[in-house]
């Protein structure tokens, strides 16, 4: 057992026996760790072990076993993200997509830098649902799934109206949509769209503007493609779509 101190960022914690914790945290240094908390409701952890909490933390890290929490200081929270459904349940699916995309005790600062970076600018007011999509279109390789939104598989030519292909894998351009009868028919704004976010830098961010029609083109191809290349079913992802759902019977327009 070393002891290590690092920045952590919160991902859940459950229950465990009768008044005590886990706590899963996803360390800059170590990567995902499960902590055990004793006595959490009087401890003077318990503020800093819920989810979405970023600090830094003293950690006892056990590479086999459970970790233990020593210390903690600087604590920050996303307190616009906490203080408002959506962009919880958003921020929550994004946490919940890196702690399946990632093993644990595998080290991966980018991915940690990614994350929290991400949810820091869903907290400063950034589109959400936007900030999602770009999350989850790069973090695919994370999962084994390299696709490539910036040119025809076929012959390589860039910059057309392009189609995406499950069968290929891969982009089509008009002279090559032929390849696949079943192809998806996309608005070829879609993978234009795919491909800028699959390179984009965080300073860039700004000034992408999405219209509400083509999010929601983006949101269905963004799931096939998770249905067919990654096959997860998060509980967070369902309460997103429910949240739309009723988000858009309640608006009216
Ligand atoms: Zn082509």
């Known amino acids: 057992m070393q002891t290590k101190e690092t920045r952590g960022l919160v991902l859940y914690n459950r229950p465990f026996r009768e008044d005590d914790k886990l706590v899963k945290i996803f360390t800059e240094s170590s990567g ?3 902590f055990f908390v004793r006595h959490a409701g009087n401890s003077k952890l318990s503020s800093v072990i819920q989810p979405l ?6 950690l006892k890290i056990n590479d086999t076993g459970l970790s233990y929490i020593e210390d903690y200081k600087e604590v920050s929270l996303f307190k616009e993200i906490n203080a408002d459904i959506y962009k919880l349940a958003y921020a929550s699916y ?4 890196t702690d399946a995309a990632l093993p644990d005790a595998s080290f991966d600062a980018s991915l940690f830098a990614f994350l ?7 907290d ?3 589109d959400y649902e936007i900030l999602t999509n770009i999350f989850e279109i790069q973090i695919l390789e994370r999962f084994g799934v390299q696709l490539n939104f910036h040119e025809c598989c076929i012959c390589h030519r860039v910059g057309l109206a392009f189609d995406f292909s499950h ?17 998806s028919h996309l608005d070829p704004n879609v993978p234009y769209l795919l491909d800028r976010f699959q390179s984009l830098r965080f300073e860039d961010l700004k000034t992408i503007s999405v219209k509400s029609e083509m999010k929601r083109k983006l949101r269905t191809f963004i799931d096939a493609l998770y249905e067919d290349y990654v096959g997860l079913h998060l509980k967070s992802k369902k309460f997103i779509d429910d949240l739309d ?7 009216k327009d």
């Not at 929290?116 to 869903?122: A, G, I, P, S």
């Not at 759902?245 to 608006?251: A, E, I, L, P, Y």
């Open 53 to 58: 909490t970023v600090a830094d933390f003293i």
């Open 124 to 126: 400063e007011g950034l």
């Open 32 to 34: 995902k760790h499960m």
């Open 245 to 251: 759902k009723w988000g858009s019977v309640m608006k």
């Open 167 to 183: 069968r290929y894998s891969g982009l089509l351009c008009p002279e090559h949509y032929e390849k696949d009868e079943h192809r």
């Open 94 to 97: 994004l946490v919940a997509l």
């Open 116 to 122: 929290v970076k991400t949810l820091e600018l869903m």
